[in-house]
T-cell receptor, first 115, second 111 residues
Framework: NAGVTQTPKFRVLKTGQSMTLLCAQD?????MYWYRQDPGMGLRLIHY???????AKGEVPDGYNVSRLKKQNFLLGLESAAPSQTSVYFC??????????????FGEGSRLTVL | TQLLEQSPQFLSIQEGENLTVYCNSS?????LQWYRQEPGEGPVLLVT?????EVKKLKRLTFQFGDARKDSSLHITAAQPGDTGLYLC???????????FGKGTTLSVSS
């Protein structure tokens, strides 16, 4: 019973390097989200997807790109990493739109450090 | 921009004490959720409240949604060390598809 799985769990990058975070869910959820969590800032939405092939910007989208080629996967890309992107990244999914009381199921997080 | 303000930001108490965490906004939300997060893990849903004035109880935890659906509170009775964690409130606007999170309250309960 995996739920939401994020890979990798830890990564250290140098400024300017690129990387992709992978999120996979096995609950057949339509909606998927990428959040970042920083001390004292709570969870901030980066991008989200309301279904396969769709993506939308959240609160803090700059410097990130996403793709949802398959319903079960949601990829978060950093094209040119910056120290300001040092954070813990959480992927989440939901069965129905959260505006209609949908519960978010979170992964365990991916800790990214940009030097 | 809708904002959710949580208070207090940090709370350190002794086992057996009672506490209340507040979540306030100037905006109306269609529903409000409370999540609990332990170190190294993702948040886990505790409760969803949808009706103004609604009160829900989960063992020693009592959740309330304000009459105007702009605020919520979480009350813990006789706190235990196992209650230690980060408590996050999250609101859903009527038009949006994504939850807005407060900055969280870090609770530490010592025995």
């Amino acid at each position: 019973n995996a739920g939401v799985t994020q890979t990798p769990k830890f990564r250290v990058l140098k400024t300017g390097q690129s990387m992709t975070l992978l999120c996979a869910q096995d609950m057949n959820h339509e909606y998927m989200y990428w959040y970042r969590q920083d001390p004292g800032m709570g969870l901030r939405l980066i991008h989200y997807s309301v279904g396969e092939g769709t993506t939308a910007k959240g609160e803090v989208p700059d410097g990130y790109n996403v793709s949802r080629l398959k319903k079960q996967n949601f990829l978060l890309g950093l094209e040119s990493a910056a120290p300001s992107q040092t954070s813990v990244y959480f992927c989440a999914s939901s069965y129905i739109e959260t505006g209609y009381t949908g519960e978010l199921f979170f992964g365990e997080g991916s800790r990214l450090t940009v030097l | 921009t809708q904002l959710l303000e949580q208070s207090p930001q940090f709370l350190s108490i002794q086992e057996g004490e009672n506490l209340t965490v507040y979540c306030n906004s100037s905006s109306v939300f269609s529903s409000l959720q409370w999540y609990r997060q332990e170190p190294g893990e993702g948040p886990v849903l505790l409760v969803t409240v949808v009706t103004g004035g609604e009160v829900k109880k989960l063992k020693r935890l009592t959740f309330q949604f304000g009459d105007a659906r702009k605020d919520s509170s979480l009350h813990i009775t006789a706190a235990q060390p196992g209650d230690t964690g980060l408590y996050l409130c999250a609101g859903a606007s009527q038009a949006g598809t994504a939850l807005i999170f407060g900055k969280g309250t870090t609770l530490s309960v010592s025995s």
